[in-house]
T-cell receptor, first 113, second 111 residues
Framework: EAQVTQNPRYLITVTGKKLTVTCSQN?????MSWYRQDPGLGLRQIYY???????DKGDVPEGYKVSRKEKRNFPLILESPSPNQTSLYFC????????????FGPGTRLTVL | KQEVTQIPAALSVPEGENLVLNCSFT??????LQWFRQDPGKGLTSLLL?????REQTSGRLNASLDKSSGRSTLYIAASQPGDSATYLC??????????FGKGTRLHILP
């Protein structure tokens, strides 16, 4: 089944404790991206990647890191999480030649205490 | 900086009515515009995508239009049903492949 998976789905952590949210897609898509969704602010793009070893900042990259060492994986890293990073995070992937076929993961709800 | 605005923020209409959701963007230099649907607690589902060279796209009861020069798009939903209740988001992709979302319109169809 074609899908985007995220792990964990729910996470409660404390300020400063490094964490990684994984994202994996099995559709050989080139384009992958991370978003955060906050009440009143909508969805905002954090980072995106056009292909392996190519990453670019979105609208709100501060406090986040990503890597794209393999085509299928696009982990989101919070080196030192802070309470203002409490949010709902979505990963998405899209084939470059067919942008209509955008697939979103189920979301990761992160709480930083 | 590209900004995407959706009006209204929330809308309630009786079942069976036709309705229009609006999306505006400040920079007309877009690659494409896409409409999504999001159900509570769920991810996004792509509904329609309009390339910058296109004027409209249709899928079933949905029709999306794009007027790039005025920075506007509309999503028309015909013969609304309770199952259409959801939040509808529009997003533009700029020339740098960055994607900017609007804050969405929360739609409630009254049975």
């Amino acid at each position: 089944e074609a899908q985007v998976t995220q792990n964990p789905r729910y996470l409660i952590t404390v300020t400063g404790k490094k964490l990684t949210v994984t994202c994996s897609q099995n559709m050989n898509h080139e384009y992958m991206s991370w978003y955060r969704q906050d009440p009143g602010l909508g969805l905002r793009q954090i980072y995106y990647s056009m292909n392996v070893e190519v990453t670019d900042k979105g609208d709100v990259p501060e406090g986040y890191k990503v890597s794209r060492k393999e085509k299928r994986n696009f982990p989101l890293i919070l080196e030192s999480p802070s309470p203002n990073q409490t949010s709902l995070y979505f990963c998405a992937s899209t084939p470059r030649r067919d942008p209509h076929r955008q697939f979103f993961g189920p979301g990761t709800r992160l709480t930083v205490l | 900086k590209q900004e995407v605005t959706q009006i209204p923020a929330a809308l309630s209409v009786p079942e069976g009515e036709n309705l229009v959701l609006n999306c505006s963007f400040t920079d007309s230099a877009i690659y494409n515009l896409q409409w999504f649907r999001q159900d509570p607690g769920k991810g996004l589902t792509s509904l329609l995508l309009i390339q910058s060279s296109q004027r409209e796209q249709t899928s079933g009861r949905l029709n999306a239009s794009l007027d790039k020069s005025s920075g506007r798009s509309t999503l028309y939903i015909a013969a609304s049903q309770p199952g259409d209740s959801a939040t509808y988001l529009c997003a533009v992709k700029d020339g740098d492949d960055k994607i900017i979302f609007g804050k969405g319109t929360r739609l409630h169809i009254l049975p």
